[in-house]
């Protein structure tokens, strides 16, 4: 059974940096890759970004480019999201969720991790 | 970017009744390999989305078949046949075809 378990919730001051980790398991984590994607209060889904298993290839929203860091650990099966420069704007629920095949460059989703509230506050 | 539009904002139904969520989107969505990558998911309240339907039409495992879904080019629809209490949810479409994926904004489906 496919499972992606982020860490716990976060608070930060606005010039900050938040680290978001998602543990993944039940699949083979070499094969599929992993999108990030957040949510803010009451609002829609906006999709951050896009990593490759290996860590070799990354793809970024243009919102944020210059701002978050995607990274993974095959030892751990874990992939990590570091935004910085935290404003007010970012406090959301950030997502994992699991992309395509790494031979397919579709960009769907299917499984969802629980979701990590960071909250941006002075 | 593609942008998906949904309708209904809201949906109130009844205990039982049927209820139909509509998706546009912006540009066709066939991927080059000859699918449709349009999925479904379900946000329960305080819950992360669950994936309903992917490629359009196909229930992932587990989800009950009271739900539906159809469409082609730009048009799509999300159907629920009988709704239950344990539907009560917001519901988005989402396109994985074209970068970046895109999601509708949402319709939430609650008890008349």
């Known amino acids: 059974q496919v499972h992606l378990v982020q860490s716990g919730a976060e608070v930060k001051k606005p010039g900050a940096s938040v680290k978001v980790s998602c543990k993944t398991s039940?699949?083979?984590?070499?094969?599929?890759?992993i999108h990030w994607v957040r949510q803010a209060p009451g609002q829609g889904f906006e999709w951050m970004g896009i990593?490759?298993?290996?860590?070799?290839?990354?793809r970024h929203s243009q919102s944020f480019q210059d701002r978050v860091t995607m990274t993974t650990d095959t030892s751990t099966t874990t992939v990590y999201m570091e935004l910085s420069s935290l404003r007010s704007e970012d406090t959301a629920v950030y997502y994992c969720?699991?992309?395509?095949?790494?031979?397919?460059?579709?960009?769907?989703?299917?499984?969802w991790g629980q979701g990590t509230l960071v909250t941006v506050s002075s | 970017d593609v942008v998906m539009t949904q309708s209904p904002l809201s949906l109130p139904v009844t205990l039982g009744q049927p209820a139909s969520i509509s998706c546009r989107s912006s540009?066709?969505?066939?991927?080059?390999?000859?699918?449709?990558?349009l999925n479904w998911f379900q946000q329960r309240p305080g819950q992360s989305p669950r994936r309903l339907i992917y490629?359009?039409?196909n229930r992932d495992s587990g989800v009950p078949d009271r739900f539906s879904a159809s469409g082609s080019g730009t048009e799509f629809t999300l159907k629920i046949n009988r709704v239950e209490a344990e539907d009560v949810a917001i519901y988005y479409c989402?396109?994985?075809?074209?970068?970046?994926?895109?999601f509708g904004g949402g319709t939430k489906v609650e008890i008349k």
């Open positions: 969720a699991r992309g395509p095949p790494v031979y397919s460059d579709n960009s769907g989703i299917d499984y």
């Open positions: 039940g699949y083979t984590f070499t094969t599929y890759n």
């Open positions: 990593i490759d298993p290996n860590g070799h290839s990354t």
């Open positions: 540009q066709g969505l066939v991927y080059s390999d000859g699918n449709t990558y």
């Open positions: 490629k359009v039409s």
């Open positions: 989402m396109q994985g075809t074209h970068w970046p994926p895109t």
